[in-house]
């Protein structure tokens, strides 16, 4: 994506099933967790950037010794910040007493970080601002162990409001009106209630002490979710650890935001990306399950592991803009999903350059649709092999070798043309000066294009805002002297905001909400626009789940390739010389290529929860009435 946009956040909850001496034995360190946790994070660091949070949980600590560890960090490099921190202590102990780093009883008892349950938290926020206090994990903290929990999680909610007017109802004075704070006190509150459930149910028959051991084993986490969970409307993976040693992973019903897990008899391990967990503890593909939409995957004191039901499943419609960016491209299903979402949209790029394969070179910006790229080059090698069949065919019953070979070398002209400067950071604040230093962001590779006579392809991953386009890839890209500028998208029109995680919630940002307003007023349609909005309007005080997308009727008059034509023309700046076309994937081709991964409502409007609707039309809403507000 040639924008810059804010990413999900991601996590990693790992639990080791065997006493720290096991490790120690059979892979040399008691650090054996950590060192895991590190490749998890690390192995995700493009989902969040500018937050990281670590927390650990010790089993079966005497009284008086600590057993919850937890490091935040909003450095420039967090990952690296927050174990730099927590390997501190570690290194000196190596330089001042190495023997007892060896011996994992020693260290479980005096190091922090030495347990047995980890959470770790990626994040990328899309509210507020980055303050050490917004970085998972959060803590809810108690004297009595059963109490204590440690959450983190991948998630948006849209009906915040809501949420938070039920604690207060519950007799709450919540800190702070946020879905962290909401959903770390709404888990809570069950949490305290099970709690208190299971003393008065056993106080007259254990002493206090006793009880606390008795509560370890009857705690229903299932139960305690279910209940937290009833009124949750969004995309969410929630992970939890709880002071004694249960643990959880939660999924939403549409199974939105991605959580997959991996278990032996050494560990369990969950994470939002499969590749992460293969990667970090080599296991085949078939290996790593995924979470059950609704499901929550928990994991008792014991070791106990089961995938428990917590909301009733829905419709799957996990994120297909997930598939297409967000995620590494080195999972075996998303590199397939990112080659036929590029070899699907060569048809509408060989019509583009009227079939003129021999003048027209193809590339890729940014790295992100590198794999796109080579789809496109597949299916232009399909369509030049039986272009090369045919004029083989021609030359009948003998043809010659030199002919033969002239044709065989028939081939796609691909082309590295634009080089991302990573060095190159636009600090300058006078617009006029930064608006010179943006163009050149990217370099180019000069000499791959024949000045006036060659097409140039270039497939992006997506297409958000076009800022960047416009501002600078064209132009850099018009330096090479084509006769035309071919932008291919991999995925479709941006269309609708989304609310489960992304940072993208302003329908004013999308070129192609740009594009569709811009149509009305040029085709004498200004009055849908005012329409729409009284119809947004009147559903204000309706409950969600009666809450059509009203803005749908903005792009209904025109067709997908009226809207990408008037893109093209907002977005080319009007000193370029060569002519610019920007194409887009069609929806049909999205399903396709992603068969299985069904949630498309940035490009249909078709959003998986009743929130999304109220979302949709409270951005709508605030870009009619010209605030520039998030809408949830």
Known sequence: MSDSIKHECGVAMLRLLKPLSYYQEKYGSSLYGLNKMYLLMEKQHNRGQDGVGLANIKLDVDPGKRYISRKRSVATNPIQDVFKQVNKRFIELEKNDPEKLTDPQWMKENM??????????????????????????????????????????????????????????????????????????????????????????????????????????????????????????????????????????????????????????????????????????????????????????????????????????????????????????????????????????????????????????????????????????????????????????????????DEISKIMEISPRAEKIAIKDAKLRTFITQDDARDDLVTHVYDITYGTVRKGKDNLVVIDDSIVRGTTLKQSILRILDRLGPKKIIIASSAPQIRYPDCYGIDMAKLGDFVAFQAAIVLLKENGMEGKIKEVYDKCKAQESLPKNEIKNYVKEIYEPFLATEISAKISELLTPPSLNAEVQIIYQTIEGLHKAIPEHKGDWYFTGNYPTPGGNKVVNRSFIYFYEGRNERAY
């Not at 305290?192 to 006793?210: L, S």
Request: aromatic share 10%; hydrophobic share 35%; proline share 3%.
């Open 112 to 401: 922090p970080f030495t347990g047995e349950l980890f959470l770790g938290h990626l994040r990328y926020g899309t509210f507020g601002g980055n303050t050490i206090e917004q970085c998972h994990p959060f803590l809810r903290q108690s004297n009595w162990k059963t109490r204590n929990l440690v959450l983190a999680g991948n998630f948006n909610m849209t009906n915040v409001d809501e949420l938070f007017q039920q604690l207060v109802d519950l007799g709450q004075h919540p800190k702070k009106k946020s879905d962290t704070v909401t959903i770390l006190e709404k888990i809570g509150h069950f949490l305290d209630e099970a709690n208190d459930k299971i003393y008065y149910k056993h106080n007259d028959k254990f002493t206090k002490k006793e009880i606390t051991n008795v509560i370890e084993d009857e705690l229903d986490v299932q139960d305690i979710l279910t209940q937290s969970a009833k009124y949750w409307d969004g995309g969410y993976v929630m992970c939890g650890l709880m002071g004694h040693g249960d643990a959880f992973a939660l999924r939403d019903p549409n199974a939105i935001r991605p959580a997959y897990y991996y278990k032996d008899d050494e560990i369990v391990v969950v994470a939002s990306e499969r590749s992460v967990i293969q990667t970090s503890f080599d296991v085949n593909i078939d290996d790593v399950k995924e979470i059950k939409r609704g499901h929550a995957l928990i994991i008792k004191k014991d070791g106990k592991v089961e995938e428990k039901q917590v909301r009733e499943p829905l419709e799957r419609k996990s994120c297909s803009f997930e598939r297409i960016y967000f995620s590494r491209g080195n999972d075996a299903g998303i590199y397939k999903e990112r080659l036929e979402l590029g070899r699907r949209i060569f048809p509408k790029v060989l019509e583009s350059i009227d079939n003129d394969v021999k003048n027209t070179v193809f590339s890729y910006i940014p790295n992100t649709a590198e794999v796109s790229y080579f789809g496109l080059l597949k299916g232009c090698h399909a369509y030049l092999n039986k272009v090369k069949t045919k004029k083989i065919q021609e030359l009948g019953d003998k043809p010659c070798h």
